[in-house]
């Protein structure tokens, strides 16, 4: 895990806490934009997880070829 996805993750939940105070306090029509700032982090967060950067692609298939050759 890189540290871009990291601070996502992270920003994310605090957006959650945030979010859940300010829901508490003031009410849900001033914490719904927190809110789907924290679910759109979220999905930034998994689609980096999905869709990695092709250099880590071609990494992971050379050292499964490398195992295999191992054999």
């Known amino acids: 895990m ?3 996805d990291i601070l996502l993750l992270s920003l994310s939940a605090a957006m959650v806490i945030i979010g ?3 829901t508490i306090t003031v009410g849900v029509s ?3 934009p927190v ?3 924290a679910v759109a982090l979220l ?5 980096r997880k999905n869709h990695g950067s092709p250099e880590e692609e071609k990494k992971e ?3 499964s070829k490398k195992f295999k050759n191992k054999r």
């Open 61 to 63: 298939i050379t050292k």
């Open 35 to 37: 809110f789907m700032f």
């Open 20 to 22: 859940t105070h300010l």
């Open 30 to 32: 001033v914490s719904y």
């Open 43 to 47: 999905f930034w967060f998994q689609y």
């Open 2 to 4: 890189k540290l871009l």
